[in-house]
């Protein structure tokens, strides 16, 4: 029974007008999110290898010029646009997407003017994510709010259920045929999508975007059942179908639009961090401490004979100094981290919320991608001030006095630029994508039991007459 | 007739489900959300008294010219609690720099404490009234016709001599005294809420600007009433005409918006910054170079050291003293060449950045063309223009701030500041020495001259500690007062008067008005055919 059920709610959507309106709305934004990808992404790409020759023919004129340089001198890492951003972009064009590093620490990140242009309104990108997100959600709600209420109204309900037909099956059958429906669209421009981006070669479509495609599959599917579990509850919980409807947008409305845009204030209000300037401040407020503490002569100026005791004297106050900054910028890092977190926390009541931050797993983009860039970071850094003290130590010109700041008094000999490290971005393991998946997957599967046994027991309760 | 239609259309509208509805949205939407606007322009202000602090403190507590750079501070936009436009991309801070013109400005407060909430975005009072009027004007519009053929009261009421199009106007009037008082609403409810909040106070042509709004909001809501009504119109059953106003809606206030950036992006390139950034530094590697070139051609000072020193993190920013009367005469003359060189190389650096300046307000300008496709990016342009906070404003506050460097600079040259010595030391010229009167007071006599002072740091492992032996005051730089400032040019900030940027808004608005003409005419040619049985 629930089979024919499933069938019979089946063509019922697939002949209306509403499959089709939105089918065509779905097929042409894959076809042209797609298509301006490409385009996108082919030039974002040229300027990024622009960018990146650049940046290695200056470290490598500053390796063969002087080690300790290359050591002090404060760099940025800038992360490449991703592959597989036709999936989803994460917003990486508003993340922080710029590292600043030197041999000696990890100074901090920030947003880089690169991403976006600042005349533009702030916009999403049109990718499967989007389209999911915005259409489908709205598309799934359109086919579940007068699931019950619309044939209520025109009394089909009643007959139905003048059967042996158990209300749960009846239920669950209106319920898997929206998914179902829904799930046709999205394959089907999935799939017309991945055919656009292997035909173009602009863009490998390797094993591992494969992957990430199913994985994404996976959580639209969630998705989409937790959007019609929404629709189908509004339409229990409302007796005529306008209402249900209204009930229906409302849900979207504050699910789509309200919760995520004012994450901002949840998070200065109820998760506020210290301002800048304070920490500013405490900074300052240390680093003066730590000079009028210092050892007498180690404000000495830089110039002069590197074994100079006065050197070695300011390069420890400098490395004091550094340290002491970076503790606080490091606490203030994670109070940032917090911060994001327990922000995200409370926008998962938003569906919509939900899935984005799933696919940042799955594709392995936006936070997940930035936590992961910053771990490795620091790891790098603590590689490559290995290499150069083991650079340094090789020189018997060199008092081996490190200084952040300076190459005074450590070697200043060329370095082959064949021998530096150059910290190379690593995609997100599988294994890493899942651990940032778990805790969003078993959200929305509570999510979608919690709504469709509130919609099952409202509906044990239904009035069909 | 028409007024009988009206309000039969008006008192249904009122006890009606979907009035209610809409009415508690706006309830708890408009207040949360101005809520939230109100307390991101308080955090701004906070943070533009901090910057306007430390902006007046590092002009005032400066010894040198050469570390004289104001920086201007914009206060927030009081209409950004109404419509963000472009205020929340853009910085606040822009300081004056001789090597460059500014270009952009920095310091976004929204990212100040934490540049990971800027993957969040914010909704503001008049995204809240493109969405939800827009929804409710369908709401109320789409079974205008379909709703009473499917009841039969529309044959009916057209059996009688009653003409069609006052049925129709008498609904538009209808649904027009049903909506308007809810936009009344929003606004009064938003009003009260501001002039609630103690940190916020409009002027007289902000309040204008307001009134202008809440005409704008008017007029959009009357474009998507004609919408809603021209697809009533042109259906037969109800349930078709919600889906069709719907996915309408969903076109024109979602994707249009996204589709029209994301197209511009994709199809009008811009240079990466960061590239650009390489070539500004290619720019000041050659400016460097001359410098380099022409110190070759001076002559060498008797003694190299500098006794005082501290050079700045940028623009030529040096401060000095104690040094040798040569060493100082050197550094004089280097300035003297190299910053009338700083500027004209800024020069050649803005011609870069011009065009890639040029090359975004290409990519805006697609944007905003495709955009013009939805009523509801029209009403966000018009928005933005009277609230001050589109890119026109934003340009005409960075031209202002170009004006002010060449004031400044002007200042600097027409009293011949860069030839001065105060452009890098605060000491008295007359209170120069040369190296051997230097070295024979610091080493208390122990060494006559520069040629002893070598050969004893020789002997010492080329420690100078005997030139510390004994200090003369009032040669290090920090001895010295402050400058006198007051002849400097300072920035004046005046806000927008009422009328900069109308021209932009009435284009638009006269768009507007003519799509709502356009769509009514539609309607109307529809509802003359329109099959009532």
Redesign the interface.
């Known amino acids: 029974m629930l089979k024919t059920i499933i069938i019979k709610e089946l063509q019922n959507n697939l002949y209306s007008?509403?499959f089709h309106?939105?089918f065509l709305?779905c097929i042409v934004?894959f076809v042209?999110?797609t298509?301006?990808?490409l385009?996108?992404q082919d030039?974002?790409m040229q300027?990024?290898s622009?960018?990146r020759a650049?940046f290695k023919n200056q470290l490598r004129q500053t390796a063969e010029s002087n080690a300790s340089r290359l050591a002090a001198n404060e760099r940025a890492f800038?992360w490449r646009p991703r592959a597989n951003a036709f999936i989803s972009d994460c917003?990486e064009n508003?993340?922080?997407n710029r590292f600043n590093y030197s041999a000696y620490n990890v100074f901090g990140?920030?947003?880089?003017?690169?991403g976006?242009?600042?005349?533009?309104?702030?916009?999403?990108?049109?990718n499967w994510s989007?389209i999911v997100s915005?259409?489908l959600s709205?598309t799934v709600l359109?086919f579940t709010f007068?699931t019950i209420s619309?044939e209520k109204e025109t009394g089909a309900l009643a007959l139905v259920l003048s059967n042996s037909i158990p209300r749960a099956t009846v239920l669950l059958g209106k319920y898997i045929s929206a998914i179902i429906t829904t799930m046709v669209m999205a394959v089907f421009g999935i799939v017309l999508s991945i055919l656009i981006v292997i035909f173009s070669r602009k863009v490998d479509f390797t094993f591992t975007t494969l992957i990430e495609t199913l994985g994404f599959l996976l959580i639209i599917f969630l998705f989409v059942s937790c959007m019609a579990a929404i629709g189908t509850l509004s339409s229990v919980i409302a007796h005529?179908?306008?209402?249900s409807?209204?009930?229906s947008?409302?849900f979207w409305?504050v699910f789509v639009?309200?919760v995520?845009?004012?994450?901002?204030?949840w998070?200065?209000?109820v998760f506020s961090?210290?301002?800048?300037?304070t920490i500013g401040r405490k900074i300052n407020t240390a680093d003066q401490e730590l000079r009028r503490n210092a050892p007498a002569g180690s404000d000495t100026?830089s110039?002069?004979?590197p074994?100079?005791?006065?050197h070695k004297l300011r390069a420890e106050l400098t490395m004091k100094r550094m340290n002491s900054e970076m503790a606080i910028r490091n606490s203030y890092f994670q109070d940032?981290?917090r911060?994001?977190e327990r922000?995200r926390l409370v926008s998962l009541i938003s569906p919509i919320a939900l899935f984005d931050y799933m696919n940042e797993a799955v594709v392995g983009g936006?936070?997940a991608r930035?936590k992961k860039i910053w771990t490795d970071l620091h790891g790098y850094q603590v590689q490559f001030l290995q290499f150069f003290k083991t650079i340094d130590a090789a020189d018997p010109d060199s008092p081996h006095w490190y200084n952040p700041w300076e190459d005074l008094s450590t070697t200043k000999k060329a370095v082959a630029f064949e021998q530096v490290p150059v910290f190379e971005e690593k995609p997100l393991s599988f294994a890493e994508r899942f651990s940032f998946l778990r805790n969003y997957l078993v959200v929305m599967i509570f999510y979608i039991a919690a709504v469709f046994s509130l919609t099952f027991v409202s509906f044990l309760g239904y009035d069909v007459r | 007739m028409i007024w009988k239609i009206a309000r039969k259309e008006f008192l249904l509208n009122l006890v009606s489900?979907?009035f209610i509805?809409?009415f508690l949205?706006c309830l708890f939407?408009i207040p949360?959300?101005v809520t939230?606007n109100i307390?991101?322009y308080d955090?701004r202000m906070?943070v533009y008294r901090?910057d306007k602090a430390n902006a007046e403190n590092s002009f005032k507590y400066v010894r040198v010219y050469s570390y004289l750079r104001p920086e201007v501070v914009k206060p927030p936009e009081p209409l950004s609690i109404f419509c963000q436009?472009?205020s929340?991309?853009?910085g606040s801070r822009v300081k004056i720099w001789l090597g460059e013109k500014p270009l952009?400005a920095t310091g976004?407060a929204?990212?100040?404490?934490?540049?990971?909430?800027?993957?969040?975005?914010?909704?503001d009072f008049v995204?809240i009234i493109a969405?939800?009027m827009s929804?409710l004007a369908l709401?109320f519009t789409y079974d205008a016709c379909t709703r009473e053929k499917e009841e039969g009261t529309l044959k009916l009421q057209l059996s009688n001599s009653l003409s069609r199009h006052k049925i129709l106007l008498g609904k538009v009037l209808g649904v027009y005294l049903t909506i308007l008082p809810i936009v009344l609403f929003c606004y009064i409810l938003s009003t009260i809420l501001i002039l609630h909040s103690p940190n916020i106070s409009f002027s007289a042509g902000e309040w204008g600007r307001i009134i202008l709004l809440f005409f704008a909001s008017l007029l959009y809501f009357t474009v998507f009433i004609f919408i809603g009504l021209l697809i009533s119109t042109r259906l037969k059953s109800s349930?078709?005409s919600?889906?069709?106003c719907?996915?309408f809606w969903?076109?024109f206030v979602?994707?249009v918006?996204?589709?029209a950036?994301?197209?511009?992006?994709?199809?009008k390139?811009?240079?990466?910054?960061?590239?650009l950034q390489?070539v500004l530094q290619d720019l000041g590697k050659e400016f460097n170079s001359k410098c380099d070139e022409y110190v070759k051609t001076l002559e060498a000072p008797d003694w190299g050291m500098?006794m005082f020193?501290e050079p700045g993190r940028r623009d030529g920013a040096r401060i000095m003293s104690g040094s040798s009367k040569s060493m100082l005469e050197l550094w004089r003359k280097l300035y003297e060449f190299s910053e009338p060189l700083r500027i004209d190389y800024a020069d050649k650096k803005w011609n870069l950045q011009k065009a890639y300046l040029d090359s975004?307000?290409q990519?805006?300008n697609f944007?905003e063309m495709i955009s013009l496709i939805s009523p509801s990016e029209v009403f966000?342009l018009i928005s933005a223009s009277l609230c001050c906070t589109d890119?026109a404003s934003?340009c005409r506050f960075m031209d202002r701030t170009r004006r002010y460097r060449d004031e400044f600079i002007d200042f600097l040259r027409d009293r011949k500041i860069f030839s001065s010595f105060l452009y890098i030391t605060p000491q008295p010229p007359e209170t120069f020495m040369t190296a051997d009167e230097i070295i024979r007071i610091r080493t208390g006599g122990e060494c006559k001259n520069l040629k002893e002072l070598n050969e004893w740091m020789d002997a010492h492992?080329?420690?100078?500690k005997i030139i510390r032996k004994v200090q003369i005051p009032g040669t290090h730089y920090n001895e010295y007062p402050f400058l006198n400032l007051s002849d400097v040019p300072v920035f004046r900030w005046q806000s927008e008067n009422i009328f900069a940027g109308l021209k932009q808004v009435f284009i638009k608005v006269a768009a507007l008005i003519l799509i709502s003409i356009f769509l009514f005419y539609l309607s109307f040619l529809s509802f003359l055919r329109y099959d009532v049985r």
């Open positions: 007008l509403r309106i939105s709305l934004i042209v999110g298509i301006a990808f385009k996108n030039a974002k300027e990024y622009k960018y650049e800038i917003k508003y993340f922080p990140f920030e947003v880089g003017r690169g976006t242009n600042p005349f533009l309104n702030t916009f999403q990108e049109l989007f915005v259409v709205f359109l007068d619309g005529k179908s306008n209402i409807l209204l009930l947008l409302t409305l639009v309200i995520p845009n004012t994450a901002i204030f998070a200065n209000k961090i210290e301002h800048a300037d100026s110039s002069g004979f074994f100079l005791p006065e940032m981290f911060q994001l922000t936006g936070y930035f | 489900a979907r509805i809409g949205l939407l949360f959300t939230v307390d991101d955090s906070r901090v436009g472009i929340g991309n853009v952009f976004k929204a990212i100040r404490d934490n540049p990971l909430l800027n993957s969040f975005f914010s909704i995204g969405i939800v929804l709401i349930i078709t919600i889906i069709v719907l996915f969903v076109f979602f994707i918006p996204n589709l950036v994301y197209m511009a992006e994709s199809w390139k811009v240079q990466s910054y960061d590239n390489y500098n020193h975004l307000d990519q805006r944007a966000r890119v934003h492992d080329g420690s100078w």
